[in-house]
């Protein structure tokens, strides 16, 4: 049937070719063909549409879920240093303090410590609200600042907030009890 002779010189693949083509053409009386039809194109084009819409869909999430963690990161972060030298300073306190609470920009608070006076301020750069300890900047985005002594405990507490894209605002607030150690 086929000339065997011709296919010698020919890989295993091509010989599988040349025999495809030529069976192709006994039977169906015209060139090789090859390719698909219109509607296998359009199916396959609506199942990789779908597969990426999927991707996408998950890279979106993805992406928002992280920007809700880095704010929620930020805002505990910014809490904790202002809680850390509040706490510091307090301890290191010769004089009781009054109940106070910073929640205006221009508030402050002077703690007196055997080094001398350290002043806290909350004062506002923009739109952010910032704590500042004798004018450096400790803290960003800090709500409120709350000092409030019960018998030789001085209890901190410190709220934190910042706008996260697509959640809102978002808040953390962190109490710490401090003794002083000089009162």
């Known amino acids: 049937m086929l000339n065997t002779n011709l ?22 009386g ?9 509607v296998e194109v359009m199916v396959a084009t609506a199942i990789s549409s779908l597969m990426v819409a999927a991707v996408f869909g998950f890279l ?3 992406n928002r879920s992280w920007q809700l963690g880095s704010g929620l990161v930020s805002i505990q972060d910014n809490a904790r240093k202002a809680v850390y030298y509040l706490s510091r300073d ?22 007196n410590t055997p080094s001398g006076q350290t002043v806290y301020s909350l004062n506002t750069s923009g739109n952010t609200k910032r704590l500042e300890r004798d004018n450096i900047i400790i803290a960003n985005n800090i709500g409120s600042v709350g000092l409030n002594q019960t018998g030789g405990i001085i209890t901190v507490t410190v709220t934190s907030q910042t706008a996260v894209p697509q959640q809102g605002e978002k808040s953390f607030t962190l109490t710490r009890e401090v003794r002083p150690r000089n009162e």
């Not at 010698?8 to 169906?28: D, G, H, M």
């Not at 015209?30 to 219109?38: A, P």
């Not at 307090?90 to 703690?111: F, V």
């Open 7 to 28: 296919t010698k010189s020919f890989t295993p693949l091509e010989k599988a070719c040349f025999v495809r083509k030529k069976l192709s053409n006994r039977i169906k």
């Open 90 to 111: 307090i301890r290191e306190i010769t004089t009781g303090i009054t109940n106070t609470t910073l929640d205006n920009s221009g508030d402050s608070i002077t703690l």
């Open 30 to 38: 015209h060139g090789f063909l090859t390719g698909f039809t219109l």
């Open 60 to 62: 979106i999430a993805g």
